[in-house]
């Protein structure tokens, strides 16, 4: 990480989906020690400019896509691509897992252990391939208990060893639904120690929806024609 680069994000469900609204949850990400909020929630109301002028929190309008089918998953992101900064898939099924690393448009495959699916190095490949970040969820390992805790473990700590063997573009999220569920960037960092990951990995993996952000704003803007090309106002001006 550089000096220029963000500060640690956490990426949250608000009403309806989750049980706080946007300000709760950019009020405790404050709280909290974290410099943006991802709001995965599009039926989510809230007025971003709004809510970082009064927490001084960088809140990111996001679409978390769930469809049972890559065809339905791709209608949806060709739907929401032209108007979200961040734009993600959820997994947890081969096929869906599959869809979401090959497509330069998604953002994000979200929660691909959630379900009977798995990651394995041709979907690493991909990933890295495409672009696409895989999201290492960190809430089943914070929230559940006895088997399914050491599951969750075994499950992030392969997902790791896959992800680091190819150089996948990752990011790293508690993935709560609630104020009450979301934890401080220490205590993540706390939990990857456990887990055998570097503090600096936790960090940079948190880190990376604020870069994500940043680069699709640009993307979204008015003057961006292609990577290293934009519309030069002067110009257009003095015409």
Not at 111 to 122: C, D, Q, T, Y
Not at 167 to 191: F, N
Not at 200 to 228: H, K, Q, T, V
Request: proline share 6%; aromatic share 8%; with cysteine.
């Amino acid at each position: 990480m550089t000096a220029t680069d963000p500060g640690p994000y956490e990426a949250a469900y608000a009403r309806p989906d989750g049980d706080a609204t946007a300000a709760r949850l950019a009020q405790t990400a404050r709280r909290y020690g974290y410099d943006g909020l991802v709001i995965r929630t599009r039926e989510a109301e809230f007025d971003a400019e709004a809510l970082r002028e009064r927490y001084d929190v960088d809140v990111v309008p996001a679409v978390e896509v769930v469809a049972d089918e890559p065809p339905s998953a791709s209608g949806a992101v060709g739907n929401f691509r032209p108007d979200y900064p961040l734009v993600l898939v959820r997994g947890g099924t081969d096929a869906l897992n599959r869809f979401a690393v090959e497509q330069d448009r998604v953002d994000v495959l979200a929660a691909p252990l959630s379900g009977e699916g798995g990651f394995n190095h041709v979907l690493a490949k991909a990933a890295a391939s495409h672009g696409t970040r895989v999201e290492f969820d960190l809430g089943p390992a914070l929230r559940e208990s006895g088997g399914r805790r050491v599951r969750a473990l075994k499950g992030l700590r392969k997902l790791r060893e896959i992800v680091g063997h190819y150089d996948a573009p990752y990011v790293v999220s508690a993935r709560p639904d609630s104020h009450l569920e979301m934890r401080s960037p220490r205590e993540l960092v706390a939990l990857g120690a456990e887990l055998g990951f570097e503090e600096e990995w936790i960090r940079d993996g948190l880190a990376e929806w604020g870069r994500l952000a940043a680069r699709n704003r640009e993307r979204l803007s008015a003057e961006f024609i292609s990577p290293g090309v934009r519309v030069d106002r002067c110009e257009e001006d003095d015409r």
